[in-house]
């Protein structure tokens, strides 16, 4: 059964800071690895897809890559600003075409 | 463009209750839905999805039920509701369950009373 975790479950830097967001899955066999932001009392909106024969994907200030092999992905976020203050979710597409998601890193950029 | 809705943003029930959250999805044909369920402090656990009008399958046992009337619309119900029936309530679409990202509502917060 998929399992996914993210680390660390929550993060405070000060504006202008690169920072990386984990993402652990145990079954490697995944058909891509989506990564979300959720605001309060808000729904999700997707950031990035990298399929499983991807290594990485880039948005803007955002790059995700992906190690199927380890087991991990990991968000890049550059030059962070007030605005990227959320939660980031990752999930994993299992072989059931179902999305594992992970519980979160609440991110909090300080201005 | 796509969009998706849902509604109602928020609803207080009573236990016991009958509930029917609706999701629309415009701008597309034959999506796949999705409803998802987000208890507080908690990830985020797949309900149940379609693939097509009338074809529904369910992950979780519950007094929930959901319905595919139109290509477009799909709607999560309960005849009774329970307590533990409290929390936030997404659905979400995608083209391509493989090579296309989810796409999710606004959300629906449910607190049963």
């Known amino acids: 059964k998929q399992e996914v975790t993210q680390i660390p479950a929550a993060l405070s830097v000060p504006e202008g800071e690169n920072l990386v967001l984990n993402c652990s899955f145990t079954?490697?066999?995944?058909?891509?690895l989506q990564w979300f932001r959720q605001d309060p009392g808000k729904g999700l909106t997707s950031l990035l897809l990298?399929?499983?024969?991807?290594r990485e994907q880039t948005s803007g200030r955002l790059n995700a890559s992906l190690d199927k092999s380890s087991g991990r992905s990991t968000l890049y976020i550059a030059a962070s600003q007030p605005g990227d203050s959320a939660t980031y979710l990752c999930?994993?597409?299992?072989?059931?075409?179902?999305?594992?998601f992970g519980s979160g890193t609440r991110l909090l950029v300080r201005p | 463009s796509q969009t998706i809705h849902q509604w109602p943003a928020t609803l207080v029930q009573p236990v016991g209750s009958p509930l029917s959250l609706e999701c629309t999805v415009e701008?597309?044909?034959?999506?796949?839905l999705y409803w998802y369920r987000q208890a507080a402090g908690r990830g985020l656990q797949l309900l149940f999805y379609?693939?097509?009008?009338?074809?529904i399958s369910s992950e979780v046992p519950q007094n929930l039920s959901a319905s595919r009337p139109q290509d477009r619309q799909f709607i999560l119900s309960s005849k009774k509701l329970l307590l533990s029936d409290s929390g936030f309530y997404l659905c979400?679409?995608?083209?391509?369950?493989?090579?296309?990202?989810?796409?999710f509502g606004d959300g629906t917060r449910l607190s049963i009373l």
């Open positions: 379609s693939v097509g009008i009338g074809q």
């Open positions: 990298i399929q499983s024969s991807q």
């Open positions: 979400a679409w995608s083209a391509s369950p493989e090579f296309s990202p989810q796409h």
């Open positions: 999930a994993a597409m299992d072989s059931s075409y179902k999305l594992i």
């Open positions: 701008g597309t044909s034959n999506p796949n």
């Open positions: 079954d490697s066999a995944i058909y891509n």
